[in-house]
């Protein structure tokens, strides 16, 4: 596709499921990121892939959540028993490394109730 | 000190007005800089990249980068109700492999 895209859109889950988010990056695109932001808050890096590699998962704020990229293309964000400040948008972003103009995808909002 | 700072604002200035938006960072070996707009409820987009000192125009868009004194800006002419956002100023960090956002500058242009 032209653009960055994530899915599922919304997603409202159980505290204590697992969820997955989805984020297929712009054609062509080696880099890929994932951040959170919170409600009003700024964006929190999580994880950057390089291809199928993660150079820097610095950002994943507990075991509970993972990342994985196939192909160097689709890459999935697996939350594990989530809780409730699981809850915020999650974004994806691709680029060109070394470039590192990021394109976002429109997001994944998670409520855990 | 943190790695991009921003003020929070919220910045305003009345429609027709230049508004300025200011970024500093810490890494002296930045090469590139971004800034991002983020309207309410939507992701942040892409409006202008920036990799040498001085300014870099883009139509009511203009970026400013001084390396010497670590701070980028962003100047916004014949601000419009439209432009009201929250403007980010990104770079690279740790050896460039991890965009690094400031906290943004919320940005309200009043009619």
């Known amino acids: 596709g032209a653009g960055v895209s994530q899915s599922p859109s919304n997603k409202v889950t159980e505290k204590g499921k697992d969820v997955e988010l989805r984020c297929d990056p712009i054609s062509g695109h080696t880099a890929l990121y994932w951040y959170r932001q919170s409600l009003g808050q700024g964006l929190e890096f999580l994880i950057y892939?390089?291809?199928?590699?993660?150079?820097?998962k610095s950002g994943l704020p507990s075991d509970r959540f993972s990342a994985e990229r196939t192909g160097g293309s689709v890459s999935t964000l697996t939350i594990q028993r989530t809780q409730q400040e699981d809850s915020a948008v999650y974004l994806c972003?691709?680029?060109?490394?070394?470039?590192?103009?990021?394109?976002f995808g429109q997001g994944t909002r998670l409520t855990v109730v | 000190q943190k790695e991009v700072e921003q003020n929070s604002g919220p910045l305003s200035v009345p429609e027709g007005a230049i508004a300025s938006l200011n970024c500093t960072y810490s890494?002296?070996?930045?090469?590139?800089f971004f800034w991002y707009r983020q309207y309410s409820g939507k992701s942040p987009e892409l409006i202008m990249s920036i990799y040498s000192n001085g300014d870099k125009e883009d139509g009511r868009f203009t970026a400013q980068l001084n390396k010497a004194s670590q701070y980028v800006s962003l100047l916004i002419r014949d601000s419009q109700p439209s432009d009201s956002a929250t403007y980010l100023c990104?770079?690279?960090w740790g050896g460039g492999n991890k965009l690094t956002f400031g906290t943004g500058t919320q940005l309200k242009v009043e009619l």
């Open positions: 890494d002296r070996g930045s090469q590139s």
């Open positions: 990104a770079l690279p």
């Open positions: 972003a691709s680029s060109f490394a070394g470039l590192n103009e990021a394109f």
């Open positions: 892939f390089q291809g199928n590699s993660a150079p820097d």
